[in-house]
């Protein structure tokens, strides 16, 4: 069945990087986009990247310029690269197949100091 684990996040301060990971199986990875969302207690998810099968990507207004978002193929693994993060990054990242209605359990990220 289709499966997507992520992994990487934790508590950091802010100003640093982060790279999550979102491990998958029980599909053809490299057929699908992938992306990264992000929840807070009382919001909606809100999508923060997406990756195309062939590389092209889009990012919220949010986070472009900090966030960059990739897959290795032959990983079966996307991840997104977070840079300078700042408290209101702090949420929960879930990776999702959207063609596949997939989603990852997710991954909490604070950013405190």
């Known amino acids: 069945q289709v499966q997507l684990v992520e992994s990487g996040g934790g508590l950091v301060q802010p100003g640093v990087s982060v790279r999550l990971s979102c491990a998958a199986s029980g599909f053809t990875f490299s057929n699908y986009a992938m992306r990264w969302y992000r929840q807070t207690p009382g919001k909606e998810r809100e999508l923060v990247a997406t990756i195309t099968t062939s590389g092209n990507t889009n990012y919220a207004e949010s986070v472009k ?49």
């Open 65 to 113: 310029g900090r966030f960059t978002i990739s897959r290795d193929n032959a990983r079966n693994t996307a991840y997104l690269q977070m840079n300078s993060l700042k408290p209101e990054d702090t949420a929960g990242y879930y990776c999702r197949v959207l063609a596949l209605g997939a989603w990852g359990q997710g991954t909490q990220v604070t950013v405190s100091s």
